[in-house]
């Protein structure tokens, strides 16, 4: 049995992790995609292709640029409404660049804002997509509860992140990873900027491990699918409302 503990950056390294967010925006989806080892995409489709489907209203939660919801329009459908919902206005005025809507029946709107405190009715949403975002959460039972509240009944929340392995040995190759090698890879592919990827490894030390993660998910959530990859490195979940 585990016992619910704060978790979650805090007010003071949260604000650290959004200014280096900010200032890597222009190289933020080349480096990601190299220190995921090139997975991220494939991450991504496996959580939307199991929670999404036509007519959807979904929040895309931590949106940055918008690449889980544009994972949906590419692999699910177009007739989805999304709400683009991040606390860097720099990345939301960014989105639209990201698509190429056509005459697709493709509705979206745009906020601002954090997991703590999202400004929607009780029961607005079908699905949520965090992509490599609730890592980012200020207090993370509170960022739960939060997206619980906002999503409908029967509704499903997918996370798609970093995963924080139990067993000990894989824990500390992760580690290793992260800390040394990350800042290596994004130093090759964006040179000084990339660098600053290494507070990654911050919001790894502050992330639950994984069965500490799902125990808090079942709190509120009726059924969970939760998925390891990369030795538990990277998480794919589906939580049902």
Not at 227 to 236: D, Q
């Amino acid at each position: 049995m585990y016992i619910l503990k704060r978790s979650g950056l805090g007010k003071s390294y949260w604000r650290e992790v959004i200014g280096v967010l900010k200032n890597i925006i222009p190289v933020y989806d080349k480096v990601n995609s190299v220190i995921s080892l090139g997975k991220d995409n494939n991450f991504r489709k496996e959580g939307i292709i199991k929670s999404t489907v036509p007519g959807d209203v979904i929040l895309d939660a931590g949106s940055g640029y918008g690449n889980m919801s544009k994972t949906v329009m590419e692999n699910v459908s177009a007739d989805v409404t999304i709400f683009f919902y991040d606390p860097i206005y720099e990345m939301l005025d960014k989105v639209k660049d990201k698509f190429n809507i056509g005459d697709k029946p493709f509705s979206f709107y745009s906020c601002s804002g954090v997991f703590e405190s999202i400004p929607f009715k009780s029961n607005t949403f079908d699905a949520i997509l965090c992509g490599y975002s609730l890592r980012d959460a200020i207090d993370l039972n509170i960022a739960i509860g939060e997206l619980h509240r906002v999503l409908k009944k029967g509704g499903r929340l997918v996370i798609v992140d970093l995963g924080k392995p139990d067993n000990v040995v894989f824990r500390f190759l992760v580690s290793i990873y992260l800390k040394y090698f990350l800042a290596i890879l994004a130093f090759m592919v964006a040179g000084k900027r990339g660098i600053q990827f290494r507070t990654l490894y911050g919001t790894f030390l502050r992330w639950p491990k994984n069965q500490e993660l799902n125990f808090m998910l079942s709190k509120c959530f009726s059924k969970i699918d939760f998925k390891k990859k990369l030795m538990g490195g990277a998480i794919v979940v589906v939580a049902y409302k």
